[in-house]
């Protein structure tokens, strides 16, 4: 193999690509927006720098790989600083848990909780380390292929009860229900109900407490413009404001691209890492297989979406820490309306982002930068025409962080939009609008997900949240490590 096209420059295709670029293969990225970042992608309105997805940085050594595939290092690119507390969780009848990396301060806020779950959260803290150790360390980076490799993988799944969920799981440990939800909640920022999501995806947990919280300075936009340099860099072309219209085969092997002015790509091995509905049912809507495989894909269970209110206000709000979770009254039925009933409820669990409050740049001088985004059910169970809802919604969610932390919050508002389900369909191709593609459920993991290389086409290959090992960074950049490890095999079998 000597040249490789990547059709997409989110997290998965730009990993990708840095690390064919990086063993010489020449490689294109073709990203149909004007910037890289797919999920990642910023905006600046109004002297305002807002991050659309992606704000908290976990595994920072799998970024760091990247560049040192090359020899150089991430820092001469990208500043990233350590966020503490990790979560400020908050609740609306006022408790509040900060969750961070130190122990004898976590122990305490859970002392404040239920003084007796310390023990448990111990036992806890050793089941997500095991999990982690098995299901990211070593199977984290491993192109799950065939049903071998997942008869391989069964006594660990075994051992580690992963057909229980990660709210069960983490309830045999400890018992009051505010520190369930603080130890459960984290499969939200994969698209993973913790009610149903497998228990392996408690490893999250141990991989924050592992590697940290960090936020990029600049915002993430300024990690994904570093992956960008450090991909041309090594002599990779990124072309931007290029949509893929097909991935061109011939019998069963793909053999480029061809974008939407015509231009044709030739390559040996094309990747890709757009949304895996529109890459099988449109890009390669001349397949036959492939439109098989868009008919099992479609069958799937796709994670929710998400509706975000980015908002600039007047003032600084030290008080306010940099990552919050205010927590609805419900959690169990308000879970079961998004991803089972498609029901779109009256209240709401947020998560509250607050960049100024470690870099004040992103934000005029006296000014701080927010968003505010709730998980929603996606358009395929709450097919509603978002224009209507939007305004509702936006309002609905600036009126709950007013009542929970800036009472005059509509007054000091000098710039805002919002982001809903729609517009992940148009932006980004997602299927059904889902922010983080394919729900990780276990049965739809490891080999039972989007594999890193397609079955019959054995030059076309996939990365990003629709693969192993699925959603967030670390995941999608996981998954650009097995795909790459297939590309460079000695591979295009
Ligand atoms: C609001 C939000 C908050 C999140 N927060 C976090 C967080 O704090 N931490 C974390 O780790 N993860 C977080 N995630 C998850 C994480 O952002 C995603 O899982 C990850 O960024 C997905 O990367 P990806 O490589 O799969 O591709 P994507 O980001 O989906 O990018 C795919 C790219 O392909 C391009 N594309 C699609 N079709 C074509 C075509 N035909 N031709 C050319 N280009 C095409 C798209 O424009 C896009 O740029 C968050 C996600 C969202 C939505």
């Known amino acids: ?75 001469d690119d990208v500043t990233l600083v350590p966020v503490d507390p990790f979560y400020r969780l908050s609740w609306p009848d006022g408790t509040s848990f900060d969750y961070t990396n130190d122990d004898t301060r976590l122990r305490s806020e859970i002392a404040k909780l239920e003084p007796a779950d310390i023990a448990g959260y111990a036992r806890f803290l050793q089941y997500s380390t095991a999990v982690y150790d098995e299901g990211y360390v070593r199977l984290g980076t491993e192109p799950f292929l065939d049903w071998r490799s997942m008869a391989k993988a069964a006594p660990a799944l075994v051992q580690h009860q992963a057909w229980r969920s990660v709210y069960a799981t983490v309830s045999r440990f400890v018992k009051n229900e505010k520190l369930r939800q603080a130890l459960s909640f984290h499969t939200l920022l994969v698209g993973g109900n913790p009610m149903t999501a497998s228990a392996v995806y408690a490893l999250i947990h141990k991989l924050e407490r592992e590697g940290g919280v960090w936020f990029a300075m600049g915002g993430t936009g300024q990690l994904v413009a570093g992956m960008a340099r450090q991909f041309e860099r090594l002599g990779g072309t990124l072309r931007l404001n290029a949509r893929v219209e097909t991935i061109e085969t011939l019998g069963d092997r793909a053999t480029g691209v061809t974008l939407a002015g015509g231009d044709t790509i030739p390559a040996d091995a094309v990747a890709s890492n757009a949304d895996l509905v529109h890459t099988y049912r449109h890009l390669l809507r001349g397949s036959r297989s492939a439109q098989r495989q868009a008919d099992r894909l479609e069958r799937k269970r796709f994670s929710p979406s998400l509706f975000l209110v980015h908002f600039g206000i007047k003032g600084s709000w030290p008080g306010i820490p940099h990552h919050m979770i205010l927590f609805g009254p419900r959690y169990q039925g308000l879970l079961a309306d998004i991803y089972d009933h498609g029901l779109l409820s009256e209240d709401l669990a947020l998560y509250l982002h607050h960049p100024t409050v470690t870099d004040p740049d992103l934000a005029p001088p006296g000014h701080s930068t927010f968003y505010a985004l709730a998980p929603v059910p996606h358009l395929g169970k709450f097919p509603a025409d978002w224009e209507q809802v939007r305004p509702i919604l936006e309002k609905r969610i600036l009126d709950e962080v007013g009542r929970r932390l800036i009472p005059d919050i509509h007054e000091r508002i000098v710039t805002k939009f919002s982001y809903a389900p729609n517009d992940f369909r148009e932006d980004l191709g997602a299927h059904l609008g889902s922010a983080f593609s394919l729900e990780p459920i276990l049965t739809q993991s490891a080999w039972l997900r989007a594999h890193n290389r397609d079955d019959s086409i054995p030059n076309l290959y996939l990365v990003g949240a629709g693969t192993h090992p699925g959603a967030g960074i670390p995941g999608v950049v996981a998954s650009a490590k097995a795909t790459a490890g297939l590309m460079l095999e000695g591979n295009v079998k």
């Open 1 to 75: 193999m000597q040249r490789a096209v990547i059709t997409g420059a989110g997290f998965g295709g730009l990993a990708l690509g840095i690390r064919l670029q990086s063993a010489g293969i020449a490689t294109t990225i073709v990203e149909a927006r004007d910037k890289p970042g797919g999920r990642a992608y910023a905006w600046q309105r109004d002297g305002f720098t807002f991050d659309a997805g992606p704000t908290v940085i976990t595994a920072p050594e799998v970024l760091r790989e990247l560049w040192r595939l090359s020899g150089r290092e991430m820092a």
